[in-house]
């Protein structure tokens, strides 16, 4: 990344908090894919079977491609989240700087202390991505949110046809239950991070009160979330530019 020295007002690079964080985030990457491979590997021996005895090949052949469908887009979107990154800012002249990383800090970025970079367009910093969300991985961010509560609706509400035969298999109703819980969980937070994209601002915007309230061009704030303003579109496994680079807004996206 280009620009100056690290300044003295940033966070010690071994601090507690930080060492704990850096570490987290890969075990958390690891077990989330783990647990995405064995639901997966858990469907198709042993749920598949069953439903192609018990309810018919239409409907059970029908569930194994939107499953392999859903599992494609949670790997797609997860993998992008995590490589593509928030985006960073860098040195720009006439921008003013950051005094803890001494690089430009443009509109609506800010500083991250655990990445200790100023993040473009920053939302949060999640552990399950070990970086944070951003400008360039936030649609990538809502949409493996998407897709994985999805998933584990189909996996669930397919299982409890076969309540009492999946009971008997341990691993598969660890998978049950694990995935019963993730869907609950994501249920409030995809439904938070849809609200965001539809109100065109970002959780650090929405709790403060210095900015301004978004405009409510709902095709507007989905281009600048998934670079169009079709939401069928924006649903696709795809890689486009977005209209904004984080530098500069237009002016009715200013701060008051």
Not at 181 to 193: D, E, R, T
Not at 239 to 248: A, I, N, Q, R, V
Request: aromatic residues 16%; glycine residues 8%.
């Amino acid at each position: 990344m280009l620009g100056g020295s690290r300044s003295n007002n940033e966070p010690n690079l071994f601090s507690p908090y930080k060492i704990a964080m850096n570490i987290l985030g890969p075990i958390l990457i690891l077990c989330l894919l783990g647990l995405v491979i064995l639901s997966t590997y858990e469907f198709y021996t042993v749920l598949l079977p069953y439903m192609l005895i018990q309810i018919g090949e239409a409907w059970a052949y029908f569930q194994s491609i939107l499953i392999a469908w859903t599992v494609s887009n949670i790997l797609f979107n997860y993998l992008m989240s995590i490589f593509i990154g928030p985006g960073f800012t860098y040195n720009f002249p006439g921008i003013d700087k950051c005094q803890k990383c001494e690089l430009s800090k443009p509109l609506r970025a800010h500083h991250c202390s655990i990445c200790s970079k100023c993040v473009l367009k920053m939302d949060h910093h999640c552990p399950w991505i070990n970086t944070c969300v951003g400008l360039k991985n936030h649609r990538y961010f809502v949409l493996f949110l998407t897709y994985t509560w999805f998933g584990c609706v189909c996996f669930v509400g397919n299982s409890a046809v076969f309540y009492e035969e999946i009971i008997q298999i341990p691993l598969y109703w660890f998978c049950f239950l694990m995935l019963g819980s993730v869907s609950l969980a994501l249920l409030g937070f995809g439904s938070w991070h849809w609200f965001l994209v539809y109100r065109g601002l970002t959780t650090i915007e929405l709790f403060d009160s210095q900015i301004c309230a978004r405009p409510r061009d709902v095709g507007r704030n989905l281009e600048i979330v998934f670079g169009t303003r079709n939401l069928l579109v924006a649903l696709l496994p795809r890689c486009s530019k977005l209209p904004c680079d984080g530098f500069f807004w237009a002016e009715n996206y200013s701060e008051i």
